[in-house]
């Protein structure tokens, strides 16, 4: 069965610290890796990710995608209280999107 | 704003009631889908149409649940006879379609909230 997995499930930082957050997938017809942020509302797009080794970067968000070990990280460095989310990394498999549960960060000044 | 837009924001209902919900994609994306999330959970495909024609169903979809696009633009997700394990956020995404074998991004709406009684 497709699935997705998402580490740690919930993560508290101090405002300027960087964090990682790890997702792996085990998912046939692979197309491509999205993440996304949602707070208190619907999902916005981050990322879509589709080739290995190749950084998306945006402000001080970047993520990076591994096809051989099937997995990808989202780093976010200098945190701020806006950071504060849950972040979904989601596997497009033919047309659908496969979500993970979702990494809970919560950024304190 | 052009952005995917839900209708209603929020719904309560009693155990047993039909309840229906629209989504308007934005402008000219061909594909629309259908997501369901519960509280702690990631987004559940549901259903998504390619224009009108419905392609994929989820085996989450029972009988109760019909969603329709009839022109290709809109779309309604009806839950008849709801039950109070249909509580959840309803959400409604769309994708452009560029072309064969490249996948796009999906823009999500606000969703509906449904909270069953």
């Known amino acids: 069965e497709d699935k997705v997995v998402q580490s740690p499930l919930s993560l508290v930082v101090h405002e300027g610290d960087t964090v990682t957050l790890n997702c792996s997938y085990e998912v046939t017809n692979f197309r491509s890796l999205l993440w996304y942020k949602q707070e208190k509302k619907a999902p916005t797009f981050l990322f879509m990710l589709t080739s290995s080794g190749i950084e998306k970067k945006s402000g001080r968000l970047s993520s990076i995608l591994d096809k051989k070990e099937l997995f990808s990280i989202l780093n976010i460095t200098a945190t701020q209280t806006g950071d504060s989310a849950v972040y979904l990394c989601?596997?497009?498999?033919?047309?659908?999107?496969?979500f993970g549960t979702g990494t809970r960060l919560q950024v304190f000044p | 704003d052009t952005g995917v837009s839900q209708n209603p924001r929020h719904k309560i209902t009693k155990r047993g009631q039909n309840v229906t919900f629209r989504c308007d994609p934005i402008s000219e994306h061909n594909r629309l889908y259908w997501y369901r999330q519960t509280l702690g959970q990631g987004p559940e495909f549901l259903t998504y149409f390619q224009n009108e024609a419905q392609l994929e169903k989820s085996r989450l979809l029972s009988d109760r649940f019909s969603a329709e696009r009839p022109k290709g633009s809109f779309s309604t997700l009806e839950i008849q006879r709801t039950e109070q394990g249909d509580s959840a956020m309803y959400l409604c995404?769309?994708?452009?379609?560029?072309?064969?074998?490249?996948?796009?991004?999906?823009?999500f709406g606000p969703g509906t909230r449904l909270t069953v009684l």
């Open positions: 995404a769309s994708s452009p379609l560029r072309s064969r074998g490249i996948h796009n991004e999906q823009f």
């Open positions: 989601a596997v497009s498999n033919t047309d659908k999107l496969i």
